[in-house]
């Protein structure tokens, strides 16, 4: 009997191992002068972590002031090259965080005991799923109250400080806390080198009464970190570059998918090589656009099943071999467990283990290793792609507006993809804009991010802040439903404030449409704000803002033209008022099908 991939009959989990740093990979980690010596009015814990944070490409720290951290923060905005980007509540700074670390390849954030540390907890879960190298720093209890029975405030009311700790547990790969200053050194490289070699988030609790002291330990500029880089078994490698070989050479129209462990394993080099010497059809998880180029001449399109760009799911899933580079399968991606795939035909390349097919798994094999050489061993193969140039066709137009008809969303992205370059960034929140925005094709150069394992709407704002903090030389494009909006919208203020130039199109159609298309309901309506009005309010005169509303197309034209032209320096946000049940095709199949995953009946006892 056949065994699929993505598919209700499927008992085995996707897998979950951890991504690593391969060869030569500490990428963020920046060349330093030798150690010298430090004044002593320096020499304290919180410039230490400053200038840990500065030397791994941490050049801004998003931040939400509280009691217990104040002091680190003096310590840590005294170091010149680190910038304090205060944001207004905690979850904003944490996906500021994993927006910058997506940019940097690492991220900060800083929040206070528990009150701080649990607001923020949502961001750090989300950065963790995504696989994303952060630091959460939080500013804990007065040394001399631990191990006593008193009850401090930000807690629970009970005498015991590690609540906080224990919530971290379980979204982050380290926890550091910092109570006395003998190992406060070795507590904070440990964790800071941790999160660089599992691309994962770490945790980092330190007393309030800590980050000001001097201590010998840190009396010296701190020596650059050195990370030992994970290397395959050779043998392994051989064996299972011989035997992925072997079945792809055999195979008659062979395709190759790329997911989005691909950044973990730092490997989309890697596979743009193999696709340059055997040249199969290229496609891309959902959750990978952006880490292959989409220019490549192999290239055919988002491969997600059902809702796949056009033609691209037909040669995908008729390919009688598929590699998939770093794929993740879940509800969401394999379309409710609906993909036409079968594991007989696939070999699955995870950052660090190859499987093939039903057969051999070989472990202790960095996908970078195993791409490159298979590369050279691998019968150039075109037929997959040469079937797609065959059956494929332009997409069409959509239905031109007649004057002062009400806005189409597939008319504004007809807009939208003309706007990009190599000089942009997008950002797609969770909802619509997924479905929307995979449909965009992006020139070299452009940056593209979402996030689709963890999926928590709201996401979009504080990434979207931190996105454009670490690449201020290109123009961040922010997809936003309204629902989303009004869950984290603070953080315009930060942008304003920050003087960032991004141009957020926030659609307004009512509600959360997504939600609507998997199981609808009168929760899934919401109230409708003025949201240009909100927005003028935030900026309040300060900073550089411009807002407008369109309804038409005609004021969409006129509105881009006005924030690439007049208003370039300004951050631009423009409402975009839809029609509430104004969907893609795609959320609409999606939804249907997620909605049967999640609705089906108990299994028989």
Known sequence: ???????????????????????????AIQN??????????????????ARRLVQIGVTDVFTVPGDFNLTLLDHLIAEPGLTNIGCCNELNAGYAADGYARSRGVGACVVTFTVGGLSVLNAIAGAYSENLPLICIVGGPNSNDYGTNRILHHTIGLPDFTQELRCFQTVTCYQAVVNNLEDAH??????????????????????????????????????????????????????????AAEFLNKAVKPVMVGGPKLRVAHAGDAFVELADASGYALAVMPSAKGLVPE?????IGTYWGAVSTAFCAEIVESADAYLFAGPIFNDYSSVGYSLLLKKEKA????????????????????????????????NHNNTAHENYRRIFVPDGHPLKCAPREPLRVNVLFQHVQKMLSSETAVIAETGDSWFNCQKLRLPAGCGYEFQMQYGSIGWSVGATLGY????????????????????????????IRNGQKTIIFLINNGGYTIEVEIHDGPYNVIKNWNYTGLVDAIHNGEGKCWTTKVRYEEELIEAI?????????????????????????????????????NSRPPNPQ
């Open 1 to 27: 009997m056949d065994t699929k991939i993505g598919a209700l009959d499927v008992c085995k989990p996707a897998s979950n191992e951890v991504g690593s740093l391969p060869n030569g990979a500490a990428m």
């Open 32 to 49: 330093s002068a030798p150690s010298t010596v430090i004044n002593s009015s320096e020499a304290t814990l919180g410039r230490h972590l």
């Open 186 to 243: 070795e507590s904070i490289d440990t964790a800071i080198s941790t999160a660089l070699k599992e691309s994962k988030p770490v945790y980092i609790s330190i007393s309030c009464n800590l980050a000001g002291i001097p201590h010998p330990t840190f009396s010296r500029e701190p020596v650059p970190f050195s990370l030992s880089p994970k290397l395959s078994n050779q043998w392994g490698l051989e064996a299972a570059v011989e035997a």
């Open 295 to 299: 220019h490549h001449p192999h290239f």
């Open 347 to 378: 070999i699955i390349v995870q950052p660090d283990r190859v499987t093939i097919a039903n057969g051999p798994s070989f472990g202790c094999v960095l996908m970078k290793d195993f791409l490159r050489t298979l590369a050279k061993k691998l």
């Open 468 to 495: 454009a903090q670490a690449v201020p030389e290109k123009r961040v494009l922010a997809f936003i439903g309204d629902g989303s909006f009004q869950v984290t919208a603070q953080d315009v203020s930060t942008m």
């Open 561 to 597: 033209e006005t924030a690439t032209g007049d208003k370039k320096d300004s951050l631009c946000f423009i409402e975009v008022i839809v029609h509430k049940d104004d969907t893609s095709k795609e959320l609409l199949e999606w939804g249907s099908r997620v909605s049967a995953a």
